[in-house]
């Protein structure tokens, strides 16, 4: 345990030293939406991996996120802290509106519901004037300062916030793991009915893990909004993204703390690069790859790829 | 104003046949073997390309290389079974999701791969033109595809219910284990049920190609209102799956007539949350 400590430490000291190190924008970039994603994998590990609720649906609190905060800076001047604030609120509101009904479906049940929800989401923003319709929200630029959470010279200040944000997520995560909600999670994972005859209120732990997957996701939703300063529905709130989110803990490992990391910094800079370096002309070709990937993974290693590197010291 | 309510209703109805058609596979192969193929409407894009290409290099019409497209879905539904279904079969939920997913996501790499974004369409069929009732319009294609639909559905309900191979298929469903001692190889029943499921689609592809057009995201809608279809009618219900087709054809025409058209889909995600809230086994389906 110790030397996992160690390796942390090391591994979050080279992440904070990095940009200094290595002053080029696009390695920084990739970073950032490594450390981005790996948050919201994080989010939906706590959902999907500990709790074992497939939700497709994930990428609605993010677009709730970037919306509210994009909607509050641009109607009313309201610095994007406050917005995030706002839209974490608006999250778990939106998380306990779903989560009522839709956690009564089990399993497959379950997915398709999430996947419908997430998709009455993505056409009411499509189609709601107030919030850009389809067109989106173009943020206004505003001078550089942390208040006003833009940064136009350097992409460091964001760096910074994205290695925070993705750290307390990282935080959270582990609290939920050592805490008596993230054991009732895995028993309503592993046996259902059997967490039910002991008295766990299924029904209200579901909920608060859905809830603080939620406002993890929405956080990073404001964060995307800020960093790329301007958002339209399918950029925020696409079926693809949850999907994504799933994809990303698979790789790395479900229901593990550090599952969704391994699988963000797996899964991000392969089809990053892959779009890079194949252009217009491989278009699809980065799909095809990763698809592969997960078709492999979940048949013959559903424990995903931290249960490679932890072969024999763990269980 | 009457007479184009009527339209509606019609084009409402002959578009729910096809969606029950599209749904029919998803849902026979969810109630034999309790696996949700998230990457059904992608096989419906496969079929869509497969008779596409029939037409514009061989000038073949999407009528008559249907059998050929019918054909080749059930041998990639058969080949789907014993490559990527078979291995996780006993898996947990949760490899189930992501192999089908998986599926999902190499189907539509491999299109945008292949055939870039563009919209493709058959301008000119066999079957294009209009039949003239009274105020109301009627195209052929669609009204063939409803036929079409119905036609094939009747077969796979017959096929289940009359004939001896499917009443072995329905005995794997009900209980794997009294069928095998009966001397029913489950592993064959569930590979052939994939085959038919997937072919069902592969039908409603070849018919849809007369009227619509093939995109490499084609298959993401009419995967969803399979879902929705699926859903709605119970799953593992092959007349279930009938009725929901025609109620969310129905719907989506209906709600696009009377509240606006970009609004359409989304009263029926409305309609399925509802009625799973309500009864989650579906109208028709089993507890």
Known sequence: M????????????????FPLVYQDPFPRHMLIMIMLYAAMGIGWNIIGGYTGQV????????????????????????????????GCFFSVALAIIVGYPCFRLQGHYFAIATIAVGEIMLLVFTNWEYAGAAVGIYMPILPESFINF??????????????VIFVAALGVSHLVERSRLGYYCRAIKEDTDGARSLGINIQRYKMIAFSISAVITSICGTFYAQYVLYIH???????????QLCIICLIGGLGKLYGPVIGAFVFIPMTELTRVYLGSEGQGVDLMIYSMLIIILAIWRPQGLWAIFTRGTAK | MEGLFIQTLVSGLLIGFLYALIAVGLTMIFGMMDIVNFAHGDYLMVAMYFSFWCFALFGMDPLYSL????????????????????PIINAPMLSQIFVTFGVL??????????????????????????????????????????????ICNGLVLWFLKKTRLGMALEAVAEDKEAARLMGIN??????????????????AGALLTSFYYVFPEVGANFGLIAFVVVALGGFGSVTGAFAAGIIVGLVEVL?????????????????????????????????
Do not use: C
């Open chain 2, 105 to 150: 996501i190499f189907l539509r790499g491999l299109a945008t791969f292949l055939w870039k974004v563009d919209y493709r369409m058959i301008p000119q069929t066999v079957l294009s033109g209009n039949i003239h009732l009274g105020d109301v319009y009627i195209g052929i294609p669609q009204l063939t595809a409803a036929a079409g639909a119905i």
């Open chain 1, 233 to 243: 529905p399918t950029s925020t709130m696409d079926l693809m993204m949850s999907i």
């Open chain 1, 2 to 17: 110790k030397k996992g400590i160690i390796v942390l430490i090391i591994f979050l000291g080279a992440l904070a030293a």
């Open chain 2, 186 to 203: 489950s592993d064959r029943m569930f590979a052939l049920a994939w085959g038919i499921g997937i072919a069902t689609v592969g039908v």
């Open chain 1, 150 to 163: 833009e940064f136009h010279t350097s992409k460091l200040p964001y760096y910074y916030i994205i290695l």
């Open chain 2, 67 to 86: 059998p050929a497209v019918t054909l080749l879905l059930f041998g990639l539904g058969i080949l789907t079974y014993y490559l990527l279904i078979k």
């Open chain 1, 55 to 86: 939700s497709f649906g994930n990428a609605a609190f993010f677009g709730v996120g970037a919306y509210a905060t994009a909607i509050l800076l641009v109607n009313y001047g309201i610095s994007p802290w406050l917005g995030m604030i706002v």
């Open chain 2, 255 to 287: 709600s696009g007539f009377l509240i606006g058209p970009q609004f359409k889909f989304m009263f029926v995600l409305v309609l399925y949350l509802g009625v799973v809230f309500i009864r989650p086994q579906g109208l028709l389906g089993k507890k």
